[in-house]
Protein backbone atom coordinates (compact mmCIF):
# COMPACT_ATOMS: atom_id res chain seq x y z
CA UNK A 1 0.00 0.00 0.00
CA UNK A 2 1.75 3.52 -0.97
CA UNK A 3 -0.20 6.99 -0.43
CA UNK A 4 2.30 9.50 -2.13
CA UNK A 5 1.12 13.36 -1.80
CA UNK A 6 2.61 16.16 -3.84
CA UNK A 7 1.94 19.83 -4.56
CA UNK A 8 2.65 21.38 -1.76
CA UNK A 9 5.28 24.14 -1.69
CA UNK A 10 5.96 28.41 -0.39
CA UNK A 11 2.67 30.30 -1.71
CA UNK A 12 1.70 34.03 -0.88
CA UNK A 13 -1.56 34.40 1.13
CA UNK A 14 -4.37 34.42 -1.44
CA UNK A 15 -2.43 32.00 -3.49
CA UNK A 16 -3.53 28.75 -4.29
CA UNK A 17 -2.06 25.22 -4.37
CA UNK A 18 -3.61 22.28 -5.68
CA UNK A 19 -2.66 19.10 -3.66
CA UNK A 20 -2.28 15.31 -5.18
CA UNK A 21 -2.12 12.00 -3.70
CA UNK A 22 -1.55 9.02 -5.46
CA UNK A 23 -2.76 6.05 -3.94
CA UNK A 24 -1.59 2.00 -5.03
CA UNK A 25 -1.97 -1.33 -3.46
CA UNK A 26 -5.62 -1.31 -2.35
CA UNK A 27 -9.16 -1.18 -4.07
CA UNK A 28 -9.46 2.94 -3.77
CA UNK A 29 -13.16 3.41 -4.85
CA UNK A 30 -14.17 1.41 -1.84
CA UNK A 31 -12.20 3.53 0.76
CA UNK A 32 -13.03 6.96 3.01
CA UNK A 33 -10.45 9.30 1.70
CA UNK A 34 -9.24 12.52 4.03
CA UNK A 35 -6.60 14.75 3.71
CA UNK A 36 -5.01 16.27 7.33
CA UNK A 37 -3.02 18.94 8.37
CA UNK A 38 -0.44 19.31 11.13
CA UNK A 39 1.14 22.30 11.65
CA UNK A 40 4.02 22.72 14.06
CA UNK A 41 3.10 22.43 17.56
CA UNK A 42 -0.26 21.52 16.79
CA UNK A 43 -2.39 18.59 16.72
CA UNK A 44 -2.82 16.94 13.41
CA UNK A 45 -6.33 17.86 12.28
CA UNK A 46 -8.86 16.97 9.14
CA UNK A 47 -9.28 18.85 6.91
CA UNK A 48 -11.23 17.48 4.45
CA UNK A 49 -13.22 14.21 3.85
CA UNK A 50 -14.69 12.16 0.59
CA UNK A 51 -16.98 9.44 1.69
CA UNK A 52 -15.81 6.29 -0.37
CA UNK A 53 -19.08 6.54 -2.93
CA UNK A 54 -17.40 10.25 -3.44
CA UNK A 55 -20.89 11.47 -2.91
CA UNK A 56 -20.57 13.01 0.25
CA UNK A 57 -18.09 15.57 1.28
CA UNK A 58 -17.03 17.74 4.71
CA UNK A 59 -15.28 19.98 5.34
CA UNK A 60 -13.24 21.48 8.52
CA UNK A 61 -14.99 25.38 9.27
CA UNK A 62 -12.23 26.94 8.95
CA UNK A 63 -11.39 25.61 5.02
CA UNK A 64 -15.29 26.03 3.90
CA UNK A 65 -15.38 27.72 0.62
CA UNK A 66 -11.84 27.87 -0.21
CA UNK A 67 -10.60 23.97 -0.21
CA UNK A 68 -12.17 21.60 -2.44
CA UNK A 69 -12.15 17.42 -2.09
CA UNK A 70 -12.41 15.38 -4.95
CA UNK A 71 -11.01 12.08 -6.23
CA UNK A 72 -10.67 10.14 -9.80
CA UNK A 73 -10.74 6.96 -8.63
CA UNK A 74 -10.08 5.84 -12.32
CA UNK A 75 -6.64 7.42 -11.77
CA UNK A 76 -6.64 6.17 -8.00
CA UNK A 77 -5.65 9.88 -6.94
CA UNK A 78 -7.02 11.79 -4.48
CA UNK A 79 -6.70 16.07 -4.65
CA UNK A 80 -7.08 19.02 -2.55
CA UNK A 81 -7.47 22.21 -4.40
CA UNK A 82 -6.61 25.45 -2.31
CA UNK A 83 -8.08 28.72 -2.73
CA UNK A 84 -7.60 31.96 -0.51
CA UNK A 85 -4.54 30.36 0.85
CA UNK A 86 -3.66 31.97 4.50
CA UNK A 87 -1.20 32.09 6.69
CA UNK A 88 -2.77 29.64 9.36
CA UNK A 89 -3.03 27.15 6.25
CA UNK A 90 0.86 26.16 7.10
CA UNK A 91 1.09 22.73 7.75
CA UNK A 92 2.06 19.05 6.74
CA UNK A 93 -1.06 18.07 4.77
CA UNK A 94 -1.23 14.38 4.13
CA UNK A 95 -3.87 12.01 2.73
CA UNK A 96 -5.72 9.28 4.67
CA UNK A 97 -7.25 6.06 3.05
CA UNK A 98 -9.77 4.40 5.51
CA UNK A 99 -12.00 1.27 5.23
CA UNK A 100 -13.45 -0.18 8.94
CA UNK A 101 -11.10 -0.27 11.41
CA UNK A 102 -8.26 -2.42 10.70
CA UNK A 103 -7.50 -0.61 7.05
CA UNK A 104 -6.13 2.60 7.61
CA UNK A 105 -3.33 3.82 5.33
CA UNK A 106 -1.11 7.19 5.63
CA UNK A 107 0.80 9.10 2.72
CA UNK A 108 4.37 10.94 4.08
CA UNK A 109 2.68 14.55 3.61
CA UNK A 110 3.73 17.81 1.92
CA UNK A 111 4.62 20.60 3.33
CA UNK A 112 2.59 24.06 2.65
CA UNK A 113 3.80 27.44 3.44
CA UNK A 114 1.92 30.57 3.38
CA UNK A 115 3.77 33.73 3.81
CA UNK A 116 4.72 36.27 1.68
Known amino acids: VQLVESGGGLVQPGGSLRLSCAAS????????LSWYRQAPGKERELVAR????????NYADSVKGRFTISRDNAKNTLYLQMNGLKPEDTAVYSC??????????WGQGTQVTVSS
Open 50 to 57: STSAGGTT
Open 25 to 32: GFTFSSFE
Open 96 to 105: NARRGILRNY
